[in-house]
Nanobody, 127 residues
Framework: QLQASGGGLVQAGGSLRLSCGASGRTFDRYALGWFRRAPGTERVFVAAIKWTTGRTFYANSVKGRFTISRDNAKNTLYLQMNSLKPEGTAVYYC??????????????????????WGRGTQVTVSS
């Protein structure tokens, strides 16, 4: 089961690092991603990473500010968030998806491309 952690309250311009742990699972055939959902909105793609190769995917809105990574030995996914903006206030979720051609061709950015979701962690960015 995936479990996100590391959220909190931070001022605009600050940084946070989110973690997503998964015990009892292997992700050799998977990519893991981060999504966020602000109040009253749908889940929006943030970033994803192919577990074995480390190939990354980013939403344009976070490129250059956020970095997704993973620690294979610890079976943990990370999201380093720098230069946070108030519009980054949301619940952040990690999720797993089979790494297929459809995934690479676009499903990486859609919640429909993921079949296993963890509980989210709240990130609040104050202005």
């Amino acid at each position: 089961q995936l479990q996100a952690s590391g959220g909190g309250l931070v001022q605009a311009g600050g940084s946070l690092r989110l973690s997503c742990g998964a015990s009892g699972r292997t992700f050799d055939r998977y990519a893991l991603g981060w999504f966020r959902r602000a109040p009253g909105t749908e889940r929006v793609f943030v970033a994803a990473i192919k577990w074995t190769t480390g190939r990354t995917f980013y939403a344009n809105s976070v490129k250059g500010r956020f970095t997704i990574s993973r620690d294979n030995a610890k079976n943990t996914l990370y999201l380093q968030m720098n230069s946070l903006k108030p519009e980054g206030t949301a619940v952040y979720y990690c999720a797993a998806a089979l790494y297929t051609s459809d995934y690479i061709n676009g499903y990486y950015s859609s919640p429909l491309g993921y079949d296993d979701w963890g509980r989210g962690t709240q990130v609040t960015v104050s202005s």
